[in-house]
């Protein structure tokens, strides 16, 4: 499910959404480097092949991303 957070303790990828911590030097998910702090929505995606919405963003691989990165 889809969740709100006030706060913004992290950071998203821009080439594969994931949020990762903001001193992380390199996405976990994809290695990139290409970070942006403007981000909208948080998701989290446990199963990949059984969420549409995992479909629709392309994520492939388990974990916590943002809807909406500029
Ligand atoms: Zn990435």
């Known amino acids: 499910m889809p969740a709100r957070i006030r706060r913004k303790p992290f950071k998203a990828c821009r080439k594969c959404k994931a949020l990762v911590e903001r ?34 963003l ?6 916590r991303y943002a809807i909406k990165v500029r």
Do not use: H
């Not at 390199?26 to 479909?55: H, L, N, Q, Y």
């Open 58 to 63: 392309n994520i492939q691989v388990p974990g």
């Open 23 to 56: 001193d992380a030097e390199e996405c976990p998910i994809c290695k990139s480097r290409d970070f942006t702090e403007d981000w909208e929505g948080v998701i989290i995606i446990v199963d990949p092949s059984k969420s549409e919405v995992a479909k629709v």
